[in-house]
């Protein structure tokens, strides 16, 4: 029992990867309401959502564009004032050499991963006070801890969502919200597209093998295993 009848999760970024995977709440007794980023990453998760997770609620026509978000549409989602979980999901993979980012991707890729958990959990975490708890998660990368060559500027956003994480978690303790990161190297649409700009040379298989050198399981995870 994870204690989730009855519980309701937004979790955003869910039309792919962990996000998608994240559905599998409902499995532990949870309503869930997922956020994409497009009307095409809407009916991708309709579809698989169908299949799999009856239970998720799919708003048929709300989608904004994560560069555009704010607290006050956002609270004009019903769902927002029952929400016990928040997923902070969404992401990209941006990675380059410092000298090759501009500004405008510097400040894309904050608003995007930064910034898009501020909102979300700036929406959700009053009503977890009505509710005497709740919890937020914030999903985040390795390069958070441990930045690459030509990993910017994901790394810099990666960690200042860990940074803010770790915060929250100290000033919410006290009011029964539990917030945390997970930090995953999973199989993934960004681990893929990284794949193919830095080392487009190999194969997934390959590339897997030399990535996973110093990772005790000697392997990536699979995304249902992060989610």
């Known amino acids: 029992d994870l204690g989730l009848v009855g519980k309701i999760a937004l979790i955003t970024g869910g039309s792919k990867g962990i996000g998608i995977y994240g559905s599998s709440f409902s499995s532990g007794g949870a309503k869930v309401a997922i956020c994409v980023q497009s009307k095409e990453g809407l009916e991708k998760a309709r579809q698989y959502i169908k299949e799999k997770h009856p239970k998720i609620y799919l708003p048929p026509k709300q989608v904004f564009e994560m560069k555009m978000i704010s607290i006050k549409p956002l609270m004009k989602l019903s769902v927002i004032s029952v929400v016990s979980n928040t997923v902070n999901n969404v992401g990209n993979s941006a990675a380059q050499p410092f000298e090759e980012v501009s500004t405008s991707l510097w400040k894309e890729e904050l608003e995007l991963k930064l910034f ?22 914030n999903l985040t990368a390795s390069l958070a801890k441990t ?29 029964n919200i539990r917030v945390n990161t997970v930090i995953a190297l999973v199989r993934s649409d960004q ?5 193919q700009h830095k080392r487009p040379d190999l194969t997934w298989e390959e590339y897997s093998e030399e990535v996973v050198k110093d990772i005790p399981p000697g392997r990536i995870g699979d995304t249902d295993e992060a989610a």
């Open 147 to 175: 930045p690459s060559e030509s990993s910017l500027p994901t790394n810099v956003s990666r960690s200042a969502g860990m940074a803010m994480t770790g915060s929250l978690s100290i000033d919410l303790e006290r009011n």
């Open 116 to 137: 898009g958990a501020i909102y979300y959990s700036k929406a959700t975490i009053p009503h977890m006070h009505k509710r005497n708890g709740g919890a937020v998660v």
């Open 191 to 195: 681990i893929e597209k990284l794949r």
